[in-house]
């Protein structure tokens, strides 16, 4: 697929299995960074279509993450998907005030987020 995508993890072992994960999906133009900085950087690099934040990054959050990178590039592009790995309501509300496009579990099929990139796209 022609979809760049920009994953926001600090953590390798979920990088990886994400990044695994949608290879195997057909998503071959994939960018990431380690931590909030280096993301919104990146993003303003990149230009990606859609961004994959965790909530927990090294210097800040992803709902910061989110926030910064719709400051900088806008409310239509790119899409936003924040990952976490436990489910909080009050999560999901941040991060849709963030501008977030989705709020997703973290999972080892990776099934939720691939849900959510087919929802937002």
């Known amino acids: 697929m ?3 995508i920009l994953i926001v993890e600090d953590n390798d072992d979920d990088l990886f299995i994400m990044k695994r994960y ?3 999906a057909g998503f071959d133009n994939i960018v990431s960074a ?3 900085a280096s993301g919104v950087q990146k993003a303003r690099e990149e230009k990606p ?3 994959i934040s965790d909530t927990l990054l090294p210097g800040s959050n992803g709902f910061e993450v989110c926030a910064e990178i ?3 590039l806008g409310a239509e592009k790119p899409k936003i998907i924040i990952t976490t790995g436990s489910i909080d309501a009050v ?3 941040k991060a849709k005030k963030a501008g977030a496009d989705d709020y997703c579990a973290k999972a080892s099929d990776c099934a939720p987020l691939l849900a959510a990139m087919k929802k937002i796209t």
């Open 91 to 93: 999560d999901a509300v």
């Open 22 to 24: 949608l290879a195997e």
């Open 49 to 51: 279509d859609i961004v």
């Open 34 to 36: 380690s931590d909030a």
């Open 2 to 4: 022609s979809k760049k």
């Open 70 to 72: 719709r400051a900088a």
